[in-house]
T-cell receptor, first 112, second 113 residues
Framework: GENVEQHPSTLSVQEGDSAVIKCTYS??????FPWYKQELGKGPQLIID?????GEKKDQRIAVTLNKTAKHFSLHITETQPEDSAVYFC???????????FGKGTKLSVKP | NAGVTQTPKFQVLKTGQSMTLQCAQD?????MYWYRQDPGMGLRLIYY???????DKGEVPNGYNVSRLNKREFSLRLESAAPSQTSVYFC????????????FGPGTRLTVT
């Protein structure tokens, strides 16, 4: 079955710097890759996603890139702000029943 | 439009007790999911319902049962709670199964002593 590895597990950056979180997946049939942000005491919130027919997608300060050959995808956050501090999860799905397999999360801390 | 709601928010059970976690969505979504979240483990799928009237096992179904009551509601039942079921439980829904966005509820924090 699918396996998703996520790195790093913790990441600390200064406000205004960029942050990059990387994930690799094992099943070449995976075709949908969402990223979720989880604030303390809340449920995960979808922030951006990408499908396998696209190499990059941007939404303001957030971007996701996908390398299907290498089976890895990354989240890029530019001009980080303290409110970006949260746990971020990547996930992958083959589309069959829509089952998402999640990475173990990255705790991002943005220091003012 | 409340999205995905879950009750209760917190619960403490003794080993062997039973309880049902409730989930409802008002987005007219067809598919619903139950996950558990444990420290350092990410989110793991317990059960899902691709459409009203169907349910299937996920990655960690042992010790749980589910009921898709109608299109809006999907409940998770622990028949005989064990300390290993101490976790945070999240319900999610999506328009359809397949590669569609899943929207999560706020979670239920369950402790089994």
């Amino acid at each position: 079955g699918e396996n998703v590895e996520q790195h790093p597990s913790t990441l600390s950056v200064q406000e205004g710097d960029s942050a990059v979180i990387k994930c690799t997946y094992s099943d070449s049939a995976s075709n949908y890759f969402p990223w979720y942000k989880q604030e303390l005491g809340k449920g995960p919130q979808l922030i951006i996603d990408i499908r396998s027919n696209v190499g990059e997608k941007k939404d303001q300060r957030i971007a996701v890139t996908l390398n299907k050959t290498a089976k890895h995808f990354s989240l890029h956050i530019t001009e980080t702000q303290p409110e970006d501090s949260a746990v971020y999860f990547c996930a992958a799905s083959t589309g069959s029943q829509g089952n998402l397999i999640f990475g173990k999360g990255t705790k991002l801390s943005v220091k003012p | 439009n409340a999205g995905v709601t879950q009750t209760p928010k917190f619960q403490v059970l003794k080993t062997g007790q039973s309880m049902t976690l409730q989930c409802a969505q008002d987005m007219n979504h067809n598919s619903m999911y139950w996950y558990r979240q444990d420290p350092g483990m990410g989110l793991r799928l317990i059960y899902y319902s691709a459409s009203e009237g169907t349910t299937d096992k996920g990655e960690v179904p042992n010790g749980y049962n589910v009921s898709r009551l109608n299109k809006r509601e999907f409940s998770l039942r622990l028949e005989s709670a064990a300390p290993s079921q101490t976790s945070v439980y999240f319900c999610a829904s999506s328009l359809r199964d397949g590669s569609y966005e899943q929207y999560f509820g706020p979670g239920t924090r369950l402790t089994v002593t």
